[in-house]
């Protein structure tokens, strides 16, 4: 593989005639991480992932691959490859052939394409569909191809927009697995375009929160499940209730509620009723409304909900230690 290479966007911005897609972002993505890019539909995430590819020409800004600036560069000298969602295989060639395909275009000889197709199958567990067609193939086996396919040019750095969107909730488990190994064992950059949080956090080195064409946050998955930077962090992560207490605003995580018999109150607790209640298996969703007017979610672990268990309407009270509040900045 090609020398592993950080990226560093510098103030870049990308407008589509008078839209603003990307507002003046910058972000440092150290060498041989995982980042995620991690928003809603419309943050400006895809239009980043495509700047950094050179799919898109930016508006202002600087784009470092390493320690060269790339504003100028074409696609095939930025040293990055792209896997897209659609994965975009040949139907009429063979597995291996459509792996080789990047080096067919370079005019390496068909043995050579071959034998490094064969090692690129190898590292996504692929060897033995090599002769058959994509037709051939599940959701997941394609994905698969697609990412050797991606790896065959020896990126320094692996963009990947929303390559498991397409596979079923069993699969992108398995997937996102796969995805981690094959990073960890490669040991190039990886930046990843999704809208799950879910999927953020199970990958990433650095998650890139966006939102409305800025990063919102940017910080370890367990940082940015922990102390959200802001209302729209917290929000979007998940799991989080926000609070104006005392002329703050805080978020409390929705498993660091304390639900008790209302009859066991101390002057340290609030008053609640429990509005609905969702069973998720391992643990349960309960919807509170405080007496103060204030709507407030909570998850208790599934065994400890049906030892002692509650219904709509029960009256509670609720609590919570001081060490789970984070302040909240306004300014995003």
């Known amino acids: 593989m090609s020398k592993v290479q950080a990226v560093e966007l510098a103030a870049v911005t990308k407008r589509y005639g008078d839209a603003l897609a990307v507002d003046a972002i910058s972000l440092k993505v150290p060498a041989g991480s995982y980042c995620c890019l991690l928003g809603p ?169 966006m939102n409305e064409g800025r990063i919102a946050q940017a910080a370890p998955p367990r940082e940015v499940y922990n102390a959200p930077r802001t209302p729209f962090v917290a929000r979007f992560i998940g799991g989080h209730n926000i609070i104006e207490d005392a002329g703050r605003t805080i978020t409390l995580r929705a498993d660091d509620i304390d639900i008790i018999p209302e009859g066991e109150a101390t002057d340290r607790h609030r008053r609640a009723t429990v509005s609905d209640i969702e069973y998720r298996g391992p643990d349960v969703r309960l919807g509170l409304e405080t007496d103060a007017g204030a709507s407030l979610i909570a998850v208790m672990g599934e065994r400890a909900f049906f030892d002692r268990p509650l219904a709509p309407g029960a009256a509670v009270a609720i609590g919570w230690h001081p060490d789970a509040v984070h302040e909240l900045s306004l300014d995003g």
């Open 41 to 209: 539909s419309g943050c400006g995430k895809s239009s980043t992932l495509r700047m950094i590819a050179g799919h898109e020409g930016i508006s202002d800004g600087d784009i470092m691959i390493g320690s060269r600036i790339v504003n100028d560069d074409p696609p095939a000298q930025r040293g990055t490859a792209m896997m897209f969602q659609n994965y975009a295989l040949f139907p009429h060639l063979s597995v291996a052939e459509n792996v080789a395909f990047s080096l067919r275009m370079k005019g390496v000889s068909r043995q050579e394409r071959l034998a490094r197709a064969a090692e690129m199958l190898a590292l996504v567990s692929m060897s033995e569909f090599a002769d058959g067609t994509p037709t051939q193939l599940s959701g997941g086996q394609q994905q698969r191809v697609a990412l050797a396919r991606a790896l065959m040019t020896e990126p320094s750095v692996l963009l990947l927009d929303e390559p498991l969107s397409a596979l079923d909730p069993f699969l992108r488990v398995r997937m996102r697995s796969e995805l981690r190994r094959i990073q960890s064992e490669l040991g190039i950059t990886f930046i990843h375009v999704t809208h799950s949080q879910e999927e953020a956090m199970a990958l990433a080195d650095l998650v890139v929160v």
